[in-house]
Every structure is written in C-alpha cells, then in structure tokens.
C-alpha cells in the first residue's frame, strides 16, 4: 500500500505533464502555421485564337480559327467568343499560332478586301521599289521592319557623286519577287519591296528611283529619332583614316603670324614769334 501511496503523485504528475506539452505543442503550432486560403474556382471563358499562323492581311476563316480557355481575369478587352463574328475580319498584324484574336489586331468591319491595302495606315499610301538582295539588306527585311532609305546620284549644285539618306523610319508592308525577262530572254526574279509613306514622300521616292539607285539601311523598331545627314561624296569618303605624309614638311611649318602695323602720329609743329624792336617774326620748327 506504501508504494502505491508513492507511485501515484508520479504518475499524476507525468500525466499533467503531458498534457501541458500536447497543450503547448498545439497552440504553438497554430501561431506559427501560415493560414490556409481557401480560394474560388476561378473562372474560365472560351475564346477565339489563331489555329495556325495568321500573315498580315489575311481574310479570317473557319481554317484559320480555333477555340481555347483563358481565365476570366487574364483577358484583356476585345476579344471574340464566338468564331462566326469573325469571319471575314481581316487582321491588320501577323497572328502566331494559339495567339489570343483581339479587335486591335484587325481592320475595321467595313474592309472586306484583304492583302496590303488593309495594312495601310488612313492617310498615307504604299509604294514598291524594285531591288535586289543588296537593296534588302541580304533579305533580312521582312514586312513591318523599318528602314532608312538612301540614294546614290549626282549632286546638281556640285555635279558631284553624292550619297544621301533620303528618307527615314520608312515601314516595309510586304516583300516579295517578280519574274523579268533577261537580255537572253531567259526569265529571273527580281526582288520588290512595298513601303508606306505620304502622298509627299511617294513623290519624292518616285523621283528619286528614277534619279539613281537606292539603298536600304535596317533600323531598330524602338530608334525614332531623326538623324540630319550632309551627305557623303567620293572625295569625302577617300578624306577618312588617311595618314599624315612625314615627308611634307610644310605641314609642320606655322603659319606665318601677320605683324600688326602701328599707325603712325604725324608730329605737331612748334611756332615760336620774335620780337626785334618794331619788327615781329615767326619761326616754325
């Protein structure tokens, strides 16, 4: 009876102790754990998106559109759930596979023409130039690239050779080849490139393709800035990395400095008046 008398305060003890720890443990446990959200399901909403890649200037059909989910809140506005709203719609920029259809990417619904002259923008028109691989930068233009056009030609004022950059920041809308009779009346192509420029610039692109030969010079898309140019001629380009001759002496001579020339004072004269009785002279010295 003496020893149950001394077990049970330890066995007491050890189960208050326990359940103090189990106690602890647990609200310890529930500060320190990260709450738990409970979110919504979010939303999904089917909508329109390119089945394949979609060139600039294509009339939309059932072969070219396809349907997939995006969620609700991702979607930005103008964009189309159902495929028959946008048939016939012509895209006015290239559409990649998969890409979300929106109303920005397309011309207005009155355009029911495809090609290049939905692309133009409202007040401006396309022009093409004929070229070579050379004129296209070895085909690395590509439609919605912008460039500087240069023009090779003789100066009339000076009747020299010149090189000048004629227009700027000029968009390529299309790119393509044509076939031209050769002088052996073999058959080639002959690279063309359309622009978009202004009534005014179209005049002086005529102009100035009849007047020589162009260049195009590629421009970063993001490069706005309008650089001012002189132009370059032969004479100028030579002038560039040329060494000074050290057998020219004449070039380390100075140049001889001008002497200023002192104005000379003319000296004014002295009278001097003498007096001899009645008599009166004057000398002057």
Same mark, same amino acid.
């Given at each position: 009876?003496?020893?149950?008398?001394?077990?049970?305060?330890?066995?007491?003890?050890?189960?208050?102790?326990?359940?103090?720890?189990?106690?602890?443990?647990?609200?310890?446990?529930?500060?320190?754990?990260?709450?738990?959200?409970?979110?919504?399901?979010?939303?999904?909403?089917?909508?329109?998106?390119?089945?394949?890649?979609?060139?600039?200037?294509?009339?939309?059909?059932?072969?070219?559109?396809?349907?997939?989910?995006?969620?609700?809140?991702?979607?930005?506005?103008?964009?189309?759930?159902?495929?028959?709203?946008?048939?016939?719609?012509?895209?006015?920029?290239?559409?990649?596979?998969?890409?979300?259809?929106?109303?920005?990417?397309?011309?207005?619904?009155?355009? *029911?023409?495809? %090609? =290049? !002259?939905?692309? #133009?923008? &409202? @007040?401006? $028109?396309?022009?093409?130039?004929?070229?070579? *691989?050379?004129? %296209? =930068? !070895?085909?690395? #233009?590509? &439609? @919605?690239? $912008?460039?500087?056009?240069?023009?090779?030609?003789?100066?009339?004022?000076?009747?020299?050779?010149?090189?000048?950059?004629?227009?700027?920041?000029?968009?390529?809308?299309?790119?393509?080849?044509?076939?031209?009779?050769?002088?052996?009346?073999?058959?080639?192509?002959?690279?063309?490139?359309?622009?978009?420029?202004?009534?005014?610039?179209?005049?002086?692109?005529?102009?100035?393709?009849?007047?020589?030969?162009?260049?195009?010079?590629?421009?970063?898309?993001?490069?706005?800035?309008?650089?001012?140019?002189?132009?370059?001629?032969?004479?100028?380009?030579?002038?560039?990395?040329?060494?000074?001759?050290?057998?020219?002496?004449?070039?380390?001579?100075?140049?001889?400095?001008?002497?200023?020339?002192?104005?000379?004072?003319?000296?004014?004269?002295?009278?001097?008046?003498?007096?001899?009785?009645?008599?009166?002279?004057?000398?002057?010295?």
């Amino acid at each position: 009876m003496g020893r149950w008398r001394v077990a049970v305060p330890i066995v007491l003890a050890l189960l208050v102790a326990v359940a103090a720890s189990l106690f602890l443990y647990r609200w310890t446990k529930r500060r320190i754990a990260p709450e738990v959200v409970v979110e919504k399901e979010a939303k999904t909403v089917q909508v329109v998106v390119a089945k394949v890649f979609v060139p600039a200037g294509t009339k939309l059909s059932r072969e070219t559109l396809t349907a997939a989910r995006f969620l609700e809140a991702t979607l930005p506005s103008g964009y189309y759930t159902d495929e028959g709203q946008l048939l016939d719609r012509v895209t006015i920029a290239p559409l990649k596979e998969k890409e979300l259809i929106l109303e920005a990417r397309l011309a207005p619904i009155s355009v *029911k023409t495809g %090609g =290049v !002259a939905a692309m #133009i923008t &409202p @007040g401006k $028109r396309a022009m093409t130039v004929k070229g070579g *691989k050379v004129l %296209g =930068v !070895a085909g690395f #233009i590509r &439609p @919605g690239d $912008r460039v500087d056009i240069l023009l090779r030609t003789t100066d009339p004022t000076t009747e020299k050779e010149t090189n000048k950059t004629v227009f700027e920041n000029v968009r390529v809308l299309a790119t393509g080849a044509q076939m031209v009779a050769g002088a052996a009346g073999e058959k080639a192509k002959e690279d063309t490139y359309t622009v978009e420029v202004t009534p005014e610039e179209g005049e002086r692109l005529a102009l100035a393709e009849a007047s020589g030969s162009l260049r195009f010079a590629l421009r970063n898309v993001t490069d706005v800035e309008t650089v001012l140019t002189t132009g370059a001629t032969l004479s100028d380009a030579l002038a560039y990395y040329r060494p000074v001759d050290p057998t020219d002496r004449s070039r380390l001579k100075p140049e001889p400095v001008p002497r200023r020339v002192r104005a000379v004072t003319p000296r004014r004269g002295y009278t001097v008046e003498i007096i001899k009785g009645l008599k009166r002279s004057r000398d002057e010295f």
